[in-house]
């Protein structure tokens, strides 16, 4: 069984950057899909980014060209960094694979 542990969230101003992990346990992600959705207050799970198990990666338009998803073989763990944050990034952020980690926050405000 894999065990996903998000971390890196918390309270950002506008503009400022947050690089947010996913430690993975229980199974090695080095190449394996991994993604990182987000959910914001009375809103669905969006996907923000994959990373596939050939490295190839994906982004949701609301985060393109302002995101890179990462992998650390060596610590089993996927980072997601997003710059330029906006009010309408606050959300909590969970990981995936096979199973959901139990995400972190992420609030951007001034």
């Known amino acids: 069984q894999v065990q996903l542990v998000e971390s890196g969230g918390g309270l950002v101003q506008p503009g400022g950057s947050l690089r947010l992990s996913c430690a993975a346990s229980?199974?090695?992600?080095?190449?394996?899909?991994v993604q990182w959705y987000r959910q914001a207050p009375g809103k669905g799970r969006e996907l923000v980014a994959v990373?596939?198990?050939?490295?190839?990666?994906l982004y949701g338009d609301s985060v393109k060209g302002r995101s890179t998803i990462s992998r650390d073989n060596a610590t089993n763990t996927v980072h997601l960094q997003i710059n330029n944050l906006k009010p309408e990034d606050t959300a909590i952020y969970y990981c995936?694979?096979?199973?959901w980690g139990q995400g972190t926050q992420v609030t951007v405000s001034s």
């Open positions: 995936n694979h096979m199973y």
């Open positions: 229980g199974r090695a992600v080095s190449s394996e899909n």
């Open positions: 990373i596939g198990h050939l490295g190839t990666t």
